[in-house]
């Protein structure tokens, strides 16, 4: 009897499962069962249980496919990402525990540069490794293994930043200093022209003024030799012949003297 009982049950099973369609499994209700042909009550209990079962267990979900790229993102991230995170720092040579802003901001320029460039690599290998595997680029959670180096770089630019803006100050302080040195110097050529000017003009007042002394005089003696050619029937030989012009003469002299020096200033 039992075994007939149990014929029973795998042959209503098997047929169960060829003629029900897979989509209905998980909403097969007992009266269904006894529709297909099941004597009792008992029986199609059992071959209930034993559907459901099937269907919990045969992977027949629809989520399958995504809950499996879960946990491949999972273990990537978990166990994938610290490995590139280790390369990354030893590649660097670096200890993250160790650094500190006060240290960073110690280093030059240049070096600071050069050490964002390297950094900035590092962050596109691991954003390459992982579109190499998923066929797109990570999430910001998943990028958690790198965040040490991502904090590295921001602390990085923003000293770099610092010292951009303090070597503007600067530049712009140098520059602003060089412009007030070439308006003093263009302000006190200016002055030193002008006043050159000036001195130049009186030198050529006086020098005009010197030369029409000397002209008057000139005049005087050539009027005097007239004269006195006319009243003695001579040249002036003799030196009282001058003696009425004689310090005429001298002054004529001293004239002719500070005309010539004047005359070499001004040349």
């Known amino acids: 009897m039992e075994h007939e009982i149990l014929n029973e049950i795998l042959t209503t099973t098997v047929g169960f499962l060829f003629e029900i369609p897979t989509n209905l499994r998980p909403n ?5 069962v006894k529709s297909i042909g099941a004597n009792d ?5 059992k071959m209930f249980r034993i559907v459901s079962n099937i269907s ?13 790229i879960e946990d491949l993102l999972d273990y990537w991230v978990m166990n994938e990402g610290p490995k590139l995170y280790q390369e990354s720092i030893r590649r660097l040579k670096i200890d993250i525990n160790k650094l500190n802003r006060k240290e ?16 900035k690599l590092e962050l596109k290998n691991y954003d390459l490794s992982f579109m190499a595997t998923f ?9 958690e293994p790198m965040r040490p180096l991502y904090i590295y770089y921001k602390t990085v630019k923003e000293i770099l930043l610092k010292l951009t803006q303090g070597l503007k100050k600067m530049e712009d ?4 200093a060089e412009k007030k040195e070439i308006n003093t110097n263009i302000s006190t050529s200016t002055n030193n022209s002008s006043s050159n000017l000036t001195k130049m003009n009186e030198m050529m007042k006086k020098l005009t003024d010197l030369r029409k002394k000397r002209d008057d005089l000139r005049t ?3 009027k005097y030799h007239s004269e006195f050619w006319k009243n003695n029937n001579r040249k002036i030989k003799y030196a009282q012949d001058i003696a009425p012009i004689e310090q005429d003469y001298k002054i004529y002299k001293s004239l002719k003297e500070e005309i010539a020096k004047l005359e070499g200033l001004i040349n």
């Open 28 to 32: 097969l209700k007992a009266r269904e």
């Open 41 to 45: 009550n008992s029986t199609s209990e």
């Open 56 to 68: 919990k267990n045969d992977g027949w979900k629809e989520n399958e496919p995504n809950k499996k």
């Open 104 to 119: 960073m901001e110690k280093m030059s320029y240049e070096k600071l540069n050069q050490e964002k460039k390297k950094i």
């Open 135 to 143: 066929k797109r680029f990570p999430l910001k959670n998943e990028k």
């Open 173 to 176: 302080e140098n520059v602003r």
């Open 220 to 222: 005087k003696f050539q």
